[in-house]
């Protein structure tokens, strides 16, 4: 289990419904992936209640008396769930233009392609990533910023396909979460 520093108490933080948690979450995800970490929960799916007035009020989605509402978070973990395999080999990548910017790549077993980066500071930023064994493949490109994030509960969509030839060069907005996958 792991969490932000925006601690309030045991069943509340002051940065649950923020785009700046689920940003936090995706760089740590990244991090620990490059640092060895084999395995990470979230705690709780959604909010619960544990008897007036202990609601814990921490999950991916809102307790029903908000229609069960999706955070921020849901949309970023909800990516990096769906298109990270178990038993994948991890990659940490190296050589982003800028220390805001920490990017891994995992292979899966059947040898699909997932790369996850984030840019954590106020600027565009780039990435140059470099990969074995891709050259003609195409990746497709899930990018969250606040302003791209979906309020409604959907998956957040690929917007591009982008083919790999010596490698992949990408712009990134300021604060955003970019998921390349070859995973359908």
């Given at each position: 289990?792991?969490?932000?520093d925006a601690?309030?108490?045991?069943?509340?933080?002051?940065d649950?419904?923020?785009y700046?948690?689920?940003?936090?979450?995706?760089?740590?995800?990244?991090?620990?992936?490059?640092?060895?970490c084999?395995?990470m929960?979230?705690?709780?799916?959604f909010d619960?209640?544990?008897g007036?007035?202990?609601r814990?009020?921490?999950?991916?989605?809102r307790?029903?008396?908000s229609?069960w509402?999706?955070?921020p978070?849901y949309?970023?973990?909800?990516?990096i769930?769906?298109?990270?395999?178990?038993e994948s080999?991890?990659?940490?990548?190296?050589g982003?233009?800028?220390?805001s910017?920490?990017?891994t790549?995992?292979?899966?077993?059947?040898g699909?392609?997932?790369v996850?980066?984030?840019?954590?500071s106020?600027?565009?930023?780039?990435?140059d990533?470099a990969?074995?064994?891709?050259s003609?493949l195409?990746f497709?490109?899930?990018?969250?910023?606040?302003?791209t994030l979906?309020?409604?509960?959907s998956?957040?969509p690929?917007d591009t396909e982008i083919p790999?030839g010596?490698?992949i060069?990408l712009?990134?907005?300021p604060?955003?979460?970019?998921?390349?996958?070859?995973?359908?």
């Open positions: 289990e792991f969490g932000s601690y309030i108490d045991s069943h509340n933080c002051s649950t419904d923020t700046d948690r689920a940003l936090l979450y995706a760089r740590m995800t990244v991090n620990f992936l490059n640092s060895g084999n395995g929960i979230h705690w709780c799916l619960e209640n544990y007036s007035p202990k814990m009020n921490v999950g991916l989605m307790y029903k008396d229609g509402s999706a955070r978070i949309y970023v973990w909800s990516l769930t769906r298109y990270t395999v178990p080999e991890i990659y940490p990548l190296i982003t233009e800028s220390g910017v920490r990017a790549a995992l292979q899966s077993p059947d699909k392609w997932t996850l980066i984030t840019n954590f106020g600027e565009d930023s780039k990435a990533i990969l074995d064994d891709v003609g195409k497709r490109r899930h990018m969250v910023t606040e302003k979906p309020d409604d509960g998956i957040v690929y790999y010596e490698g060069s712009s990134l907005p604060k955003s979460f970019t998921v390349l996958t070859q995973i359908s």
